[in-house]
């Protein structure tokens, strides 16, 4: 087991799970995940049970139950609910994992997408179009349509992303010290190109920025579901397959070389993926901050540095967070929703507060 900055000899022995309780907390995550979606699905202004919830779906699946239930009932699961559930899903998923591939490809448990410029590129183009949309993008809207926004948002996240590769990159080698000052230069500079399409906005798109640029699933339905599925997909099946290089590069880059990796490969895929995925959901859900922050961090005091267990983890993590973000933005100020950042941001900054005030005790 590759031992690198991501070992936490001072924790507590009880977070460190063996490696036989590593799959138990695995299951403890899917049972969490599957709770979570019976809870989210029968909650609202029409009360679904999680019985009703399950006899929904199966007979989707053509199998016979016994819990009763109305056509209001289907028609709200299947063409409000379901679609929000699966979209929260895939993106927390996503966000999460894409957090802990970053984490590993930096050895810095404090890297997560948007460090490289990925989440602030696709943020800049999604804002262009809001703002431009009937003016200078006016042909662009014509053609696109509603396609116009996701279809921005993900090229915009690997505009960013290539052009912070190419300037990290030297020959055929992609220093990680460079990959990070690029991505905070641009990061900048991306940044104040969004402010100034914000300064020009009007009241109408003012409000709409806001509340995108702070994340939602409001807007979600079968038609972005299946617009961002392959993106997410791909980012959630292929980012696993990462886990042994990425345990190698925890030793270093020479070391992983020296046992036969493709260092410079594996960097290039990994930021490609991530820009995959992040784009993706940016350009669905908004700017949703702290999942990919906060679940890898979390989940490696429990699981260790093993990207074996690490990437799936946070997977399933994540999904559940930003599932139960939805359900309090929902919930708190109905029949208003907050925007998810904000729920997300006040669940994620105590816990980086609490990791603060224990280094302390603890004397680090």
Not at 78 to 85: H, S
Not at 131 to 158: D, E, K, M, R
């Amino acid at each position: 087991m590759p031992t690198s900055r991501f070992s936490h000899p001072q924790l507590p022995a009880w977070l460190m799970l063996a490696g036989g309780r590593r799959s138990g907390l695995l299951l403890g995550l899917w049972l969490i995940l599957g709770l979570t979606c019976l809870l989210v699905l029968g909650n609202g202004v029409v009360a679904i049970s999680p019985a009703q919830a399950l006899a929904i779906v199966a007979d989707c699946l053509g199998l016979q139950t016994e819990w009763p239930y109305s056509a209001e009932q289907r028609s709200v699961l299947l063409a409000i609910r379901a679609p929000r559930l699966v979209l929260g899903l895939m993106v927390g998923a996503s966000l999460a994992i894409s957090g802990a591939a970053m984490q590993g490809l930096f050895r810095n448990p404090l890297a997560d997408p948007a460090l490289i410029g990925i989440s602030s590129g696709a943020a800049l183009a999604a804002v262009a179009v809001i703002v431009l949309q009937n003016t200078l993008l006016n042909g662009l809207n014509a053609l696109l349509g509603q396609y116009l926004l996701p279809a921005a948002a993900i090229s915009g996240g690997f505009a960013v992303s290539w052009l912070v590769y190419r300037l990290a990159g030297s020959g055929d080698r992609l220093d990680i010290g460079s990959l990070l000052l690029a991505g905070i230069a641009l990061n900048a500079l991306a940044g104040s190109a969004t402010g100034l399409l914000v300064y020009i906005a009007d009241d109408d798109q003012l409000r709409t920025l806001t509340f995108w640029s702070m994340g939602s699933l409001t807007g979600a339905g079968w038609d972005s579901v299946l617009l961002g599925a392959p993106f997410l997909i791909l980012n959630l099946l292929l980012l696993p397959l990462l886990a042994d290089p990425l345990n190698a590069l925890l030793l270093g880059e020479a070391e992983a070389g020296h046992l036969g990796f493709p260092v410079e490969r594996l960097k290039a895929f990994a930021v490609a993926l991530v820009a995959l995925g992040v784009g993706a959901a940016v350009a669905l859900t908004g700017v949703i901050g702290f999942v990919g922050l906060v679940v890898p961090h979390l989940l490696r005091l429990a699981l260790g540095p093993d990207h074996r267990w690490l990437l799936p983890g946070s997977a399933l993590l994540g999904a559940t967070l930003l599932l139960w973000s939805d359900y309090l933005a929902r919930n708190l100020a109905a029949p208003a929703e907050v925007p998810i950042g904000i729920v997300t941001g006040a669940l994620g900054s105590p816990f980086f507060l609490w990791l603060l005030f224990r280094q302390k005790l603890m004397g680090h």
